[in-house]
T-cell receptor, first 115, second 118 residues
Framework: NAGVTQTPKFQVLKTGQSMTLQCAQD?????MSWYRQDPGMGLRLIHY???????DQGEVPNGYNVSRSTTEDFPLRLLSAAPSQTSVYFC??????????????FGSGTQLSVL | AQTVTQSQPEMSVQEAETVTLSCTYD???????LFWYKQPPSRQMILVIR??????QNATENRFSVNFQKAAKSFSLKISDSQLGDTAMYFC???????????????FGKGTHLIIQP
């Protein structure tokens, strides 16, 4: 059972480049979410989805786009990367937030550097 | 909005000692969930313990236990018989029940770096 899989694990971008961070889960979880972790900070919620076709903003959504076309996948897009987006990104899922589902399963993270 | 405060940026104890990590939070919710996550150098987020606010009994998982004081909005983590493998960042986190009101997820504190000395 793979759980929550994030790719890539590391990425270096130049300012203005675009890229997509991938997140996939094989647990049939309805809820998926993205967090960023900056030095000296806890994780902060970027975007989340309570089911396929439904997404909403978290605490720090600016500069990021998401979509949820399938239950399994929840990609995070940076359309024009900025140095302020240098961070470690985590994807997390749970079976259903609407039905409780407070226990989140985390991926192993993607370390992104924007030069 | 909820806030979570961890007032100890770093702590260091000797192996086999007991250590307590502090966490306070602010919320107007009556029902919610509280968590402690461990993040070792591998970067993986590992759930240590979970507490439901409507349960008065403090949660316990082997060497890990919490002191949940709802009125004081305090949620401390006690690690007994500490081991070298307990060295990690520890994050306190809060989650309210789903309401459809946006920003649904965990609110984290800034973390406490716990070092277990041999």
């Amino acid at each position: 059972n793979a759980g929550v899989t994030q790719t890539p694990k590391f990425q270096v971008l130049k300012t203005g480049q675009s890229m997509t961070l991938q997140c996939a889960q094989d647990m049939n979880h309805e809820y998926m979410s993205w967090y960023r972790q900056d030095p000296g900070m806890g994780l902060r919620l970027i975007h989340y989805s309570v089911g396929a076709g439904i997404t909403d903003q978290g605490e720090v959504p600016n500069g990021y786009n998401v979509s949820r076309s399938t239950t399994e996948d929840f990609p995070l897009r940076l359309l024009s990367a900025a140095p302020s987006q240098t961070s470690v990104y985590f994807c997390a899922s749970s079976y259903s937030r609407i039905a409780g589902g407070e226990k989140l399963f985390f991926g192993s993270g993607t370390q992104l550097s924007v030069l | 909005a909820q806030t979570v405060t961890q007032s100890q940026p770093e702590m260091s104890v000797q192996e086999a000692e007991t250590v307590t990590l502090s966490c306070t939070y602010d919320t107007s919710e009556n029902n919610y969930y509280l968590f402690w996550y461990k993040q070792p150098p591998s970067r993986q987020m590992i759930l240590v313990i979970r507490q439901e606010a409507y349960k008065q009994q403090n949660a316990t998982e082997n060497r890990f236990s919490v002191n949940f004081q709802k009125a004081a909005k305090s949620f401390s983590l006690k690690i007994s018989d500490s081991q070298l493998g307990d060295t990690a960042m520890y994050f306190c986190a809060f989650m309210k029940p789903f309401s459809g009101g946006g920003a649904d997820g965990l609110t984290f504190g800034k973390g406490t770096h716990l070092i277990i000395q041999p």
